[in-house]
């Protein structure tokens, strides 16, 4: 069964400092990995995706993350964040070869920013 | 293209009622996955329709049912409400070309007194 760690419930970091979120996943096969962003009071948008292909992946808003197999982590960065990155972002899975099986979700990191 | 899209957005109902909720899914998404976070649990997965049919389910208790229309809208349904049911549910529709990649709606805040 896969799973997915997000070893941090909660990260304070100061404006235009860099910041790593982690993730690790748990799966005995080749899975897709995912970055959403949950802004208060609002549904989850995607950050960025890692399906094949380069380990480095780009995403929107200054975000990326890099699949690492060997360690089995997905970790979130970006070199200098700003008051607006404030909010909770979750880490998710899903299999590669059963599409029509779920996707499995962190349980969330919140990022605080810090004046 | 207009985004998936949830309605009601709150909504507050005593222990006891019913409430069924609406998800439109972007248009061609055949897929639409519902979710229950609060903020103990997290996000919880409750089930997944593809062409009307519920293909996966999470383990919720059967208070809680769906379903899909042919024009791949959905509905949830949670009956004999709790107050543990308050939560935000999340509605999230894939599509065919990227059918690994969730899409979500903004929620409906669900308040049970």
């Known amino acids: 069964a896969q799973s997915v760690t997000q070893l941090d419930s909660q990260v304070p970091v100061f404006e235009e400092a860099p910041v790593e979120l982690r993730c690790n996943y748990s799966?005995?096969?080749?899975?897709?990995l995912f970055w959403y962003v949950q802004y208060p009071n609002q549904g989850l948008q995607l950050l960025l995706k890692?399906?094949?292909?380069?380990?480095l992946v780009k995403g929107i808003n200054g975000f990326e993350a890099e699949f690492n197999k060997s360690q089995t982590s997905f970790h979130l960065r970006k070199p200098s964040v700003h008051i607006s990155d404030t909010a909770e972002y979750f880490c998710a899975v899903s299999m590669v070869m059963n599409r029509d099986d779920k996707i499995i979700f962190g349980k969330g990191t919140r990022l605080h920013i810090l004046p | 293209k207009a985004g998936v899209t949830q309605t009601p957005r709150y909504l507050i109902k005593t222990r006891g009622q019913q409430v069924t909720l609406s998800c439109s899914p972007i248009s061609g998404h055949r897929s639409v996955s519902w979710y229950q976070q609060t903020p103990g649990q997290g996000l919880q997965f409750l089930f997944e329709?593809?062409?009307?049919?519920?293909?996966n389910k999470g383990n919720f208790p059967g208070r809680f049912s769906g379903r899909q229309f042919s024009n791949s809208r959905s509905e949830m349904n949670v009956s004999t409400l709790e107050l543990g049911d308050s939560a935000l549910y999340l509605c999230?529709?894939?599509?065919?070309?990227?059918?690994?990649?969730?899409?979500f709606g903004p929620g409906t805040r669900l308040l049970v007194l």
């Open positions: 329709y593809f062409s009307e049919t519920q293909r």
């Open positions: 799966s005995s096969v080749s899975v897709y």
């Open positions: 999230a529709s894939s599509g065919v070309l990227d059918q690994e990649t969730q899409y």
């Open positions: 890692y399906l094949s292909g380069s380990t």
